[in-house]
């Protein structure tokens, strides 16, 4: 009969066992042994040593991703140099006494800071230090075999045992060819047959390592190499991937403009619908731009369209669409009638959902005043595409589509400043040294001006006409490099943990030997990594398949327990015949 008995706790095992069963246990994991050091003998050696075991140990690994996780929160709160220089100047502006303690401690470019740069590269080199020798030992176990069995199984967490009338070598045999088939990596070693399984656990967690690495590196390389421009144009209007060509650009410290991909394009028309009724209203149905690229300096013109979400992929940069807006068409004559600005498109930026966009128009070389002196006009523009009417509201748009468009101008003349060498905004009209146009009643001259008309400036200072509207796109053109790497590396890494955790590593142990009343006696026994109730469901199973090809000997009857032989002198009963 099978007798099967659970963990024990009360009886502890002797010393010998305790070596025995460390023996059968041994290397079930790949992480290294920690000793601690003898401080009072280290040396110099000795302290290097035990800083590079600390800096390799897993605690410290996880310290150090913690602390990068936690290094990474001011760069998402607070306004990046690399990201946006213009919101880094305006928090400098409103916060005088935060902006130096900032600066000392690197918090308007967090990732490319001293002190997280230390971390990043602390952590990379306390994963490559904890991998190396884990699977080289790991390299090792799955050359080698599994340990020999303990001498006393019994002392394992979860075993079974029973006689039977095979012979032990046959048992061996049957148990080794039972774990080979549930896939255990078995052999016999004397009198048992040892078997292990669940190396895939051992090779998800160094998977799983591999794949930080793999992240960080091809992080630090998208970092270092990657570069980012946005590039407004007009309809009818081309691009090419140079650095003068950007409205605005940022990049890697490690950029070269040799890392541009050598491509241009042009826009051929911007195609935008959008839900005329109901509670969406507005919502864009159709959001796509034709072009027309062409890759290297001689390549052919091909056509395609650009989608949200549906970038133009060309040799690793992607170009994708992220904007839209409107740009009025104007003529503007002098007192004398000269034209100073032909048909000139300007584009206005959006300021709302349905497109109501503002932005300057400047008049900067060729215009004189009514006494012939040099001058410069300017004017803001307020544009909407869908006017809701006169009396019936302000200059906002009612509807994102060109259904009924207006543009309203406030005239200036004077010194636009563009002369003096300081940066300033296209889309912004600094009145600092210019004059407002006035009427005759001295209130500030404006118009509203539908396409075709025009509108007359005071003390016959010349005359605008709003002759119609261009579409302009807004690109944004990227390369970040390794980004297949990343994406790789995360899905490696999300795999190797699932296999680090459900997959549980085990060992087996089948003995098979001739007891004193020449009846063989089976042993089985198993040891996990970690208390997992699946080694002794595991083992149960096992034991079943095994038992019932080498079945339990017949219990031998005590002579003590037999019944007594009838007696003969037995009075018979009654009704019974003499």
């Keep these: 009969m099978r007798n099967t008995t659970s963990p024990t706790t009360g009886d502890e095992p002797k010393t010998g066992d305790d070596q025995d069963l460390g023996a059968a246990g041994s290397q079930l994991s790949t992480a290294p042994r920690e000793d601690a050091p003898n401080l009072p003998a280290l040396g110099v050696l000795g302290w290097v040593r035990w800083f590079w075991r600390q800096l390799t140990s897993m605690r410290v690994a996880l310290l150090l991703l913690l602390?990068?996780?936690?290094?990474?929160?001011?760069?998402?709160?607070?306004?990046?140099?690399?990201?946006?220089?213009?919101?880094?100047?305006?928090?400098?502006?409103?916060?005088?006494?935060?902006?130096?303690?900032?600066?000392?401690?690197?918090?308007?470019?967090?990732?490319?800071s001293v002190w997280f740069s230390a971390i990043y590269i602390l952590l990379f080199v306390s994963l490559i230090g904890c991998?190396?020798?884990?699977?080289?030992?790991f390299v090792g176990q799955l050359r080698g075999r599994p340990p020999g069995a303990p001498r006393r199984l019994t002392r394992l967490p979860a075993h079974t045992t029973w006689r039977t009338e095979a012979e032990p070598e046959q048992v061996r045999a049957l148990a080794l060819a039972l774990l080979k088939k549930r896939r255990f990596r078995a052999h016999t070693v004397g009198d048992a047959v040892a078997?292990?399984?669940?190396?895939?656990?051992?090779?998800?967690?160094?998977?799983?390592?591999?794949?930080?690495?793999?992240?960080?590196?091809?992080?630090?390389?998208?970092?270092?190499?990657?570069?980012?421009?946005?590039?407004?144009?007009?309809?009818?209007?081309?691009?090419?991937?140079?650095?003068?060509?950007?409205?605005?650009?940022?990049?890697?410290?490690?950029?070269?403009?040799?890392?541009?991909?050598?491509?241009?394009?042009?826009?051929?028309?911007?195609?935008?619908?959008?839900?005329?009724?109901?509670?969406?209203?507005?919502?864009?149905?159709?959001?796509?731009?034709?072009?027309?690229?062409?890759?290297?300096?001689?390549?052919?013109?091909?056509?395609?369209?650009?989608?949200?979400?549906?970038?133009?992929?060309?040799?690793g940069s992607k170009v994708y669409l992220v904007s839209h807006g409107y740009a009025p068409v104007l003529t503007v004559r002098d007192p004398r009638g000269k034209v100073v600005m032909d048909h000139e498109a300007t584009p206005l930026l959006p300021q709302d959902g349905n497109v109501t966009s503002s932005g300057a128009v400047t008049v900067r070389d060729g215009y004189r005043d009514a006494q012939g002196r040099r001058d410069q006009l300017g004017f803001s523009a307020v544009f909407v595409p869908t006017f809701a009417g006169e009396g019936q509201g302000t200059m906002f748009s009612q509807f994102p589509g060109l259904v009924n468009p207006r543009l309203a101008l406030n005239a200036?003349?004077?010194?636009?400043?563009?002369?003096?060498?300081?940066?300033?905004?296209?889309?912004?009209?600094?009145?600092?040294?210019?004059?407002?146009?006035?009427?005759?009643?001295?209130?500030?001259?404006?118009?509203?001006?539908?396409?075709?008309?025009?509108?007359?400036?005071?003390?016959?200072?010349?005359?605008?006409?709003?002759?119609?509207?261009?579409?302009?796109?807004?690109?944004?053109?990227?390369?970040?490099?390794?980004?297949?790497?990343a994406l790789t590396g995360a899905v490696v890494a999300i795999l190797g943990l699932a296999g680090s955790l459900f997959i549980q590593r085990r060992r087996v142990w089948v003995r098979a030997v001739r007891g004193a009343d020449g009846a063989t006696v089976v042993e089985l026994a198993g040891l996990g990594r970690s208390e997992s109730a699946k080694v002794p469901e595991e083992l149960g199973q096992l034991a079943d398949a095994l038992y019932a090809k080498a079945p339990g000997a017949p219990e031998t009857p005590d002579p003590a327990e037999s019944p007594e032989p009838p007696d003969s002198r037995a009075v018979p009963a009654e009704g019974a015949e003499k």
């Design 67 to 112: 602390l990068l996780s936690l290094g990474a929160i001011p760069g998402s709160l607070i306004p990046q140099t690399g990201v946006d220089a213009m919101k880094v100047a305006e928090f400098r502006k409103e916060h005088d006494v935060l902006s130096p303690l900032y600066d000392k401690l690197g918090l308007f470019h967090v990732y490319g």
């Design 131 to 137: 991998i190396v020798p884990r699977t080289w030992q």
């Design 195 to 315: 078997a292990e399984k669940g190396y895939l656990r051992e090779a998800g967690n160094l998977a799983f390592h591999i794949a930080l690495i793999v992240l960080l590196v091809a992080f630090a390389w998208g970092q270092l190499f990657k570069y980012e421009g946005n590039k407004l144009i007009l309809e009818g209007d081309g691009f090419a991937n140079t650095l003068t060509q950007y409205d605005d650009f940022k990049s890697g410290n490690l950029f070269t403009q040799d890392d541009l991909a050598p491509f241009s394009f042009s826009l051929k028309d911007f195609e935008g619908t959008y839900e005329t009724s109901g509670p969406n209203k507005g919502t864009p149905r159709t959001y796509q731009a034709k072009i027309v690229y062409s890759e290297g300096a001689y390549g052919k013109d091909r056509p395609a369209t650009i989608k949200v979400n549906e970038p133009l992929d060309v040799d």
């Design 412 to 485: 200036y003349h004077g010194d636009l400043g563009v002369d003096a060498g300081i940066p300033q905004s296209v889309y912004q009209l600094n009145t600092r040294k210019l004059t407002q146009f006035k009427k005759p009643d001295g209130a500030p001259f404006a118009q509203r001006l539908a396409i075709g008309e025009t509108m007359t400036l005071p003390n016959g200072a010349g005359t605008v006409t709003f002759d119609g509207v261009k579409e302009w796109a807004g690109f944004q053109v990227t390369r970040q490099p390794a980004g297949g790497w």
